[in-house]
């Protein structure tokens, strides 16, 4: 994955097609929402049965699941330019992911976590997230390339795995994944030919939304790479004409993905950046698939 991480990815903005419904778990409304396209109309209005009913009051519904003041079900994209989604992949730890919400905190910004499968006493950070405002995706329970790329239905159900453990433990129902070695990976192709193009269509078909990254921090090239590389990588890459979704990680292992956080985001802030927490509106950057 590591090496994957880095390779000259074609990117394609192919969320121009914003979901009519903000899914109620995410349940939070610092999305602007100045811009509408013809796609919410075109797009089919399928309401999954998950998602709570239109006009749902704020808190909990009744199937213990957090919504958002309007219950969500409402059409809206956001504008994109100058924006920066920070991404974390592989938490929670106990260490780096904690000290990585402090921060956050202390700038009032939003970011997303793509988490993997955590043991019980992660729980309090993961109800942490939900409470400061940010989106948890799933990564997904296991990261092990040839347990999950091994079949389409064993992606899935890695998926589904953690999704589930997270609703009962958070009453957090997460609906965007991203891949392990994103959606342009070749080290599936180990496991079963083809199976990206499948598996891209099949999460979008069955209800889920995917996010890749097109700002890569260099952080997955080895543990605790010098933060100012970090920063020097992302103050390169970040392009004020787009969405600029960060890739990141929150393991123990990754001291200096924290350490370069406060840079990334005085740089953004002083560059005119808004960050935003990934929503389902939000327009998937997505890589070109490889496999
Ligand atoms: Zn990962």
Redesign the pocket.
């Known amino acids: ?1 590591r090496l994957l991480m880095c390779c000259g990815v074609i990117l394609v903005l192919s969320g121009l097609f914003a979901a009519p419904e903000i899914r109620a778990a995410l349940g939070r409304r610092q999305i602007q929402r100045d811009m509408k396209t013809e796609q919410d109309a075109a797009r089919p209005q399928s309401v999954p049965e998950r998602q709570v009913a239109e006009g749902a009051a704020a808190g909990v519904n009744d199937k213990g699941i957090l919504v958002g003041e309007s219950g969500a079900v409402e059409p809206e994209v956001v504008r994109e330019k100058k924006t920066i989604y920070l991404t974390f ?2 938490g929670p730890s106990m260490d780096v992911t904690p000290e990585i919400l402090d921060i956050l905190k202390q700038n009032n910004v939003k970011a997303t976590f793509f988490i993997l499968n955590y043991g019980e006493k992660s729980i309090p950070i993961l109800e942490r997230m939900v409470r400061e405002g940010h989106t948890i995706g799933i ?1 997904g329970y296991s ?1 092990d390339y040839a347990e999950i790329y091994a079949s389409e239905d064993a992606f899935m159900d890695n998926v589904q795995k953690l999704h589930d453990k997270l609703l009962k433990d958070v009453g957090y129902d997460a609906r965007i994944v991203r891949f ?1 070695g994103g959606s342009s990976n070749t080290i599936s192709e180990k496991y079963e030919k083809g199976i990206m193009k499948k598996l891209t269509k099949r999460l979008e078909k069955e209800g889920w939304k995917y996010l890749d990254w097109n700002v890569s921090t260099g952080d997955a090239e080895g543990d605790n790479i010098p933060s100012g590389h970090l920063l020097k990588a992302v103050k390169k890459e970040l392009d004020p004409e787009r969405s600029n979704v960060i890739l990141l990680h929150d393991t123990s292992a990754k001291q200096s993905s924290a350490d370069a956080l406060q840079g990334i985001i005085d740089f953004g802030i002083e560059n005119g950046y808004t960050f935003r927490p990934v929503t389902e509106s939000t327009m998937m950057v997505h890589h070109k698939v490889n496999n």
Request: net charge negative.
């Open positions: 994955m992949d592989d990564h990261h392990p």
